[in-house]
């Protein structure tokens, strides 16, 4: 079984930030590829970043190259997003996930969802 629970969204004004956490089961770390998604409202749920099972792979959003950062703590089984430079269009719901192959891009093609956590931004 995999469970992912995500954890630290909240409020923040433009140029904030936040981290948010997600903590995995044991097997999600140990086979397992895992990112982000985030969907805003009435929009579909977009690809923000992922980690590789190994920490040697990371892959990034246009929209959030260079201001966020995804990393993984394989001994606590935590996957972190630490969000810098925030703006008002990085609101909406993340999502993290767990895929077993690295390079997920797409929802349709993840294994596991967590249940999201809000983030909104003010300007």
């Known amino acids: 079984q995999v469970e992912l629970v995500e954890s630290g969204g909240g409020l923040a004004k433009a140029g904030d930030s936040l981290r948010l956490s997600c903590a995995a089961s044991?097997?999600?770390?140990?086979?397992?590829?895992m990112g982000w998604f985030r969907q805003a409202p009435g929009k579909e749920r977009e690809f923000v970043a992922s980690?590789?099972?190994?920490?040697?792979?990371?892959d990034y959003g246009d929209s959030v190259q260079g201001r966020f950062t995804i990393s993984r703590d394989n001994t606590k089984m935590t996957l972190y997003l630490q969000m810098d430079s925030l703006k008002p269009e990085d609101t909406g719901v993340y999502y993290c996930?767990?895929?077993?192959?690295?390079?997920?891009?797409?929802?349709?093609?993840?294994?596991?969802w967590g249940k999201g956590t809000l983030v909104t931004v003010s300007s």
């Open positions: 980690i590789s099972r190994n920490l040697a792979n990371v």
């Open positions: 044991e097997r999600a770390f140990n086979w397992y590829a």
């Open positions: 996930f767990a895929d077993r192959v690295y390079g997920t891009r797409r929802q349709g093609d993840v294994d596991y």
